[in-house]
């Protein structure tokens, strides 16, 4: 990197660690006013002529007790791939949350990166946060390339009940100015607009922002400016900003925080430390046949699975079947994928430690969860597993884009003991490990819920918790009401209210209605479960229960239309004749 911006960006860090906001007039029980002075901590002329009028907000006087909130997300991670939730995959400090709170057995995301970011963020499906594909503009309501402004994100609303709002790590919501997490209610934020295709590198669409500014353009070579003699690898650089975030914002004042750590791990390519891969590297050589079985036996140990529920058909070819060298380069593969958690797993043991240090993790509601399930986008041997073998690690273990993943076998793994992967909703696709941590919250340590909940649930319950307002308008727009419920019931009851929840991603598409499931897959039949006696979806009901069948594809149907859910055909078609009018306008 050039001298000359490294030196702008570690002013700008010198900038930044003065206090970002003047308060006026704080007066116990009244509104307050408060300013953001932000164009005044950026030497970018572009970023001051955005903030150049100073936005003015009312700040609500609230209760000193209310918990720190802290999101951390992991992506593209499997239902069992974490010890306290059936995995051999070493997570000592996720484990020591679940011990000391609760797992969630029936949480769902939406089976995909985007989408679940958007229903995460907004407490709205997908398409009604104009994310029902990808952050991609299409022109039209559901599919638009930022979050739709007929919403609030989580930060928009505790930002005013007086929560400071912290972001790292990947948004994937917006690339642009408009749509980006600054933009968007974060007051503090380094990581990614787009997504992430490197742990190791920056590449096209990765750039890093240190708030609005562009700290890391494409680059072979990105330097942590906190702390420049360690390497720069995301899962650490993403929890270095996070706990520098948070001491910036205790040095101001004690308002609590509002932390989404949103983590690019354990996502492609298969970037992982060499001193974790150590500790994996020869572990899965009998293969994933026999890893799902023990998951599977752990998973009922745990109480997590019921074993009413069979433990699904391997979806690939029995391993045995392989080749003496492909079981060995899987095994190899399998063990950068274990290394890669092993690592997030350490990072969030910082981020416990960090706030057990501050005397606030008591007074913390953390929760942690996967935006997908483990993913076959990539063949039964991985991307590129043919070429990108053992025997040339090093020309592609660092490597960025769509150069490496661990195949279709591991992700039949990841999801034990469901079926299917990522982008479908069938539970192997939408079943998300979940963590809620909050001694002084609840009194239940290690114990289960089985209440079903959803990613939408998120912003409900931070509401609660916050005793905040969830707005009716927002900058000028009616903001569409939250689609979920709040969890804080369940914190301290295990009982259960039957509810319904909808999904639509490319085509796959679900709901389920108390215990039964409607379920297919782009250009696939509906297929009909009782998940509360099959939750792995092994007996389809559909030709037998033709009255619930009906019933419940009108609801979805229903819901559908009511979110804009568009068909492929019709996606595919919007699609074409966006990006050919905008040729039109660009050539002329
Ligand atoms: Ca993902």
């Known amino acids: 990197m050039e001298t000359g911006l490294y030196d702008s960006i570690k002013t700008y860090l010198r900038i930044d660690d003065e206090p970002r906001r003047l308060r006026l007039g704080v007066s116990s029980g009244m509104p307050t006013l408060t300013f953001q002075r932000r164009c005044e ?25 209310r918990p720190n909130i802290v999101v951390l997300f992991a992506d593209d991670m499997g239902y069992s791939d974490i010890g306290c939730f059936g995995s051999e995959i070493e997570t000592p400090n996720l484990d020591r949350l679940a011990a000391n709170g609760l797992r969630f057995t029936h949480f769902y995301n939406t089976g995909r990166c985007c989408p679940s970011r958007a229903s ?28 739709s402004f007929e919403a609030v994100t989580i930060p928009e609303m505790l930002g005013p009940a007086g929560y400071h709002t912290i972001m790292t790590g ?34 096209r669409r990765t750039e890093v922002y240190l708030n609005d500014e562009l700290v890391l353009p494409i680059t072979e070579t990105p330097v942590n400016h906190l702390h420049p003699e360690r390497e720069w690898y995301t899962t650490d650089v993403y929890t270095d900003y996070a706990l520098h975030f948070i001491d910036q914002v205790r040095e101001q004042d ?42 599977y036996q752990k998973l009922v140990e745990l109480g997590i699975v019921n074993d009413n529920w069979p433990l ?25 994928f274990a290394a890669i958690i092993d690592r997030l797993d350490q990072n969030i043991g910082r981020v416990v430690d960090h706030l057990e240090q501050m005397g606030e993790l008591d007074n913390t509601l953390l929760v942690f969860l996967s935006d997908n399930g483990g993913t076959k986008e990539t063949g039964l041997l991985g991307i590129k597993g043919e070429t990108n073998t053992v025997a040339n690690y090093q020309e592609w273990g660092r490597k960025g884009g769509w150069t490496s993943s661990y195949g279709q076998g591991w992700a039949n793994l990841s999801n034990t003991p469901f ?24 009194e239940a340590r290690g114990e289960l819920r089985d209440q079903v909940a959803h990613l939408i649930d998120l912003m409900p319950t931070f509401v609660d918790v916050a005793e905040a307002t969830y707005p009716t308008t927002h900058a000028g727009h009616t903001i569409q009401p939250m689609q979920g419920r709040s969890l804080l019931p369940s914190f301290t009851s295990t009982e259960t209210v039957p509810r319904t929840l909808y999904w639509e991603h490319e085509g796959n598409r679900a709901i389920r209605d108390g215990d039964w499931k409607l379920v297919g897959s782009r250009n696939g039949p509906w297929e009909l479960y ?35 859910v568009l068909t492929p055909a019709e996606f595919d078609r919007t699609r074409k004749e966006f990006d050919e009018a905008r040729r039109k306008r660009r050539s002329k």
């Not at 709205?124 to 022109?139: K, R, V």
């Not at 690339?175 to 980006?180: H, I, K, L, V």
């Open 530 to 564: 009782n998940v509360g006696d099959d939750r792995t979806e092994l007996n389809d009901l559909a030709g037998k229960k033709a009255e619930r069948f009906q019933e419940m594809k009108a609801k979805w149907d229903a819901w559908a239309e009511e979110v804009n």
């Open 41 to 65: 901590m950026t030497r970018s002329p572009a970023f001051a002529c955005l903030f150049a009028v100073w936005s003015l907000s009312a700040v609500t006087a609230a209760p000193a007790d």
């Open 170 to 203: 990947k948004w994937h919501l917006g690339w642009r100015d408009e749509g980006c997490p600054t933009a968007r209610g974060f007051d503090h934020f380094y990581g990614t607009r787009g997504f992430v295709d490197s742990y190791f590198t920056v590449v």
């Open 254 to 295: 004690d308002r609590p925080f509002f932390l989404y750590l949103a983590y690019n791990a354990p996502h492609f390519p298969l970037h992982a430390k060499p001193e974790d891969v150590k500790k994996y590297r020869g572990r899965y050589r009998d293969g994933w046949g026999e890893f799902r079985r023990q998951r």
């Open 312 to 336: 699904s058909p391997l979806d690939v070819p029995e391993w045995d079947s392989l080749s003496e060298e492909q079981r060995d380069d899987l095994d190899f593969k399998m063990a950068l």
């Open 419 to 442: 079926r299917r992967y990522k982008r479908e909703n069938h539970e192997g696709g939408t079943s998300a490990p979940f963590i809620v941590h909050w001694p002084d919250g609840f």
């Open 120 to 147: 995460l963020m907004t407490g709205l499906y997908p398409h009604q946060a104009d994310i029902g594909h990808m952050a991609g503009d299409i022109g039209v309501r559901g599919y638009r390339d930022r979050l």
